[in-house]
């Protein structure tokens, strides 16, 4: 019976496992765990999403202080239409953020990093370029387009002088959307280097209609691309991401047609991610009928997450000031509309609640939206109970040679801690 190992992801002469871990935002890929999965042969990510907060925690930087400062006088304004990023610190950080990282790479694989279209930040176009060519000035292997049809971004990048060199991907739900972006990027005699194909039982942002995401499934998308890929003669590897939960469940993919899988959920529970030991807490405790998916989100996309987010209802005062990764061109955030719509209904309140959306930046650099994958209640059967009832943390390693060498759609458990006596 195959296992993963006996598969490789090939870019031109270069073989790797075929080991993908997602890029979760913000800093859940942590810098410590895509080396992992670099020193290990594979691919990992870390994410751009809000990448001044990242730098800020890892360098000690300010620049979300410095942010806040400069437009503090605007922080009772329900129009954020002033608030903007310094371009020069955007790139300061994206350079510190992705060159510490591509600086401490070990091992035959690689290092990508997640950018986000729908990071707006009131002037998406601009940022966006800022955030692509510093993280190719600063070397990182490759970049993969999410949160979006980022049917501009390559034209954005074109005259850098690594276009050609770095990996660059894009991830798409559906076939269409893959036309859509090829024929767009037509022009520039530049095709994607890899696609990862997002099926519906994903973590986090979904490609799928909030009340139509259960009416499909990852094989039959992924099928439907590797055929139309073939019948055009295009030779670009596929990677299937989304519910892949064993080793088993990667060589389904793997054998009909898939170069690599993109898995990320039971990377959420081990020591090199960025999430805080209590919420890895919440995620190996949780049952199958505490996953949601909602439109909590601003961005407008569905939402995977842990219905006891403290994300979820929680009123605050939107910090765009701070933040404001989710401002559009004109300043708006679906957030900053609801939560003023509650103020208003509530006058003499000294909090409200907002149900319908969340301040996606705030909650996320709290680690409060708990965005998840599908099959996120399994992850108590992928270690062991300890006597206090919390479970055991894994290791990134562990986690990915059990989907490297694993057979029969079995999971191995971690060597059991020994408590000290």
Known sequence: MKCVDDFRLKFGTRELVPIMIGGMGVDISSAELA???ARLGGVGHI???MVQTVSDRRFNTKFTR???QFYKY???NSDKSAVQFNLAQLAEATRLHVGSTMDAKRGDGMIFINCMEKLTMNA????LRVRLASALDAGIDGITLSAGLHLGSFALIEDHPRFRDAKLGIIVSSLRA????????????RAPDYIVVEGPLAGGHLGFGLNEWQNFDLATIVAEIVAWLKAEELDIPVIAAGGIFTGTDAVGFLENGAAAVQVATRFTVTTECGLPEKVR?????ADEADVEVNGVSPTGYPMRMLKSSPAIGDGIRPNCEAYGYL???SGNCAYINSYNREVAANPDARKVKVMDKTCLCTQMHNFDCWTCGHYVYRLKDTTHRLPDGSYQALSAEHVFRDYQFSTDGKIALPNRLVAAV
């Open 327 to 329: 401002l559009d061109g």
């Open 124 to 127: 998406a176009r601009d940022t």
């Open 47 to 49: 994410s751009d999403a």
């Open 35 to 37: 080396l992992e999965a």
């Open 281 to 285: 807490q919440h995620y190996f405790t």
């Open 74 to 76: 605007n922080v009772a």
């Open 178 to 189: 893959l036309q859509l972006f090829l024929r767009k990027n037509a022009r520039l005699n």
């Open 66 to 68: 410095d942010k806040l």
